[in-house]
């Protein structure tokens, strides 16, 4: 009997062994450019009869378990055209390149508002390495060859001021009050304004902290009004989020707002910790939770809070309390099962425009960004404006009816300031 089940075993894992070896004999690998020699993410890879095979990551490469010698494949993206390829022998065992050129024709199915974009900050010699707006105008930190500057714009984009800085700051931080802070990994100094000759604005850096006594302010901070400051926290591996609050010249004591909670995922976490199963699951790479994104906004003395999990927005006045509930709809669509789930391509982006308090989402299909405007009466969301040959756009901001975005898009490969008008 003992030997029967040794052969059994050693059957199978002869079995086993083939298949393994058949199916990495078949791996092919491949890489999509375009034009630039840039790599492409999420470009569909189908076979010729228009089945789906898989999807580059975000270097632009693929991988084929199933293909053979002699089939034909070809990739589908929204901005780019169509490239053919027949699968040879040899490509078992090179990396295949698949090159995709720029389609400047609009699509039937997409539909285009308003002006296109076009360059807001007109310097070839600089990259744009972030940016950031309020009521004051633009904030541009920019890297040149020999220096980085941080530059204070008007709406039109002309230059009120400049300041050389230092290569060691990357990133400018709007706070909750709409103040603007330079980051590096060391400080954080706090952008400021002296007036000159009334009305003429002349930047400088002002307070300067130590980036890790910043952080730890201003990371569960998430808005604030003119007599609350809200605070959120995450819980259970992201999947709970407590909101509080504080009020501001009051008491010290923190009062919650709201409870947030995945169910769906954080039952998942529960199983995959079970004593049983957790270290099976941790080793094997599956426990990768992401936090719940329900995410809260202070706008003209109320507060406004997403709670996708609950599928409704929720207004708070200024005390604290909710004098309104609305549905919350536009992220979900009901399966053929009869179950409501979420759609894949949202982004799972709720941008609030600071100068008229209107919000927006995005969806993202083949890297082309479709802008559309929440209703906060109704839940839903219509398209006002989607940002087509522009795939993958970074940094997307909204004031004042416009989108702001960076964008790559000559042969100096650096970043550069868009803008385009929404509404």
């Not at 055209?81 to 698949?98: E, F, M």
């Not at 910043?214 to 819980?235: E, H, P």
């Not at 006002?384 to 790559?408: D, M, P, Q, W």
Request: proline share 3%.
């Amino acid at each position: 009997m003992k030997r029967l089940i040794l052969f059994l075993v050693y059957l199978v894992i002869l079995i086993l062994s083939h298949y393994s070896a058949s199916a990495q004999n078949n791996v092919i690998k491949g890489l999509v450019i375009d034009e630039r020699n840039k790599p492409v993410r999420d470009v569909g890879i189908y076979s010729v009869d228009s089945t789906f095979l898989t999807l580059t990551n975000g270097d632009g490469q693929f991988t084929l378990t199933k293909s053979q010698p002699g089939d034909t494949i070809y990739t589908r993206h929204l901005s780019f055209t169509s490239a053919t390829y027949i699968i040879d022998s040899l490509d078992l065992n090179k990396r295949i390149v698949l090159k995709v050129k720029f389609d400047e024709k609009s699509l039937p199915e997409v539909e285009i508002y308003g002006s296109a974009p076009h360059v807001a900050y007109n310097n070839k010699v600089v990259s744009v390495m972030d940016f950031e707006i309020n009521e004051k105008g633009i904030y541009l930190l920019a890297r040149r060859r020999r220096n980085n500057s941080l530059l204070h714009l008007n709406f039109a984009c002309d230059t009120l001021t400049e300041l050389k800085v230092s290569p060691d700051y990357y990133n400018i931080y709007k706070d909750v009050y709409g103040e603007m802070q330079l980051v590096s990994d060391v400080d954080v100094w706090q952008i400021g304004h002296k007036i000159i000759r009334d009305h003429v604005f002349e930047m400088e850096l002002m307070y300067r902290t130590p980036t890790s006594r910043f952080v730890n302010i201003f990371k569960n901070i998430a808005c604030a009004t003119d007599s609350l400051l809200i605070g959120g926290r995450y819980v259970f591996f992201g999947q709970e989020i407590y909101y509080y609050y504080f009020n501001i010249g009051g008491d010290q004591q923190a009062h919650e707002l709201h409870h947030c909670v995945n169910e769906e995922n954080r039952d998942l976490m529960i199983n995959l910790l079970n004593p049983r199963f957790g270290t099976f699951y941790r080793s094997a790479g599956f426990l990768d939770p992401k936090p719940t994104y329900d995410p809260v906004f202070a706008y003209d003395n109320k507060v406004y809070l997403f709670s996708f999990d609950d599928d409704k927005t929720l207004v708070y006045n200024n005390l604290g309390e909710i004098v309104a509930e609305y549905p919350l709809t536009f992220h979900k669509y009901r399966h053929w099962r009869g179950d409501m789930r979420v759609i894949k391509k949202w982004d799972k982006k709720v941008i609030m425009d600071w100068a008229t308090g209107k919000f927006y989402t995005t969806f993202t299909d083949g890297g082309v960004t479709t802008i559309k405007r929440i209703n906060l009466e109704t839940g839903t969301a219509e398209n006002v404006y989607t940002i087509s040959g522009f795939a993958f756009v970074e940094n997307l901001r909204i004031y004042n009816g416009k989108a702001y975005f960076l964008y790559k898009n000559d042969n100096t490969r650096n970043n550069r300031l868009f803008e385009v008008a929404i509404e």
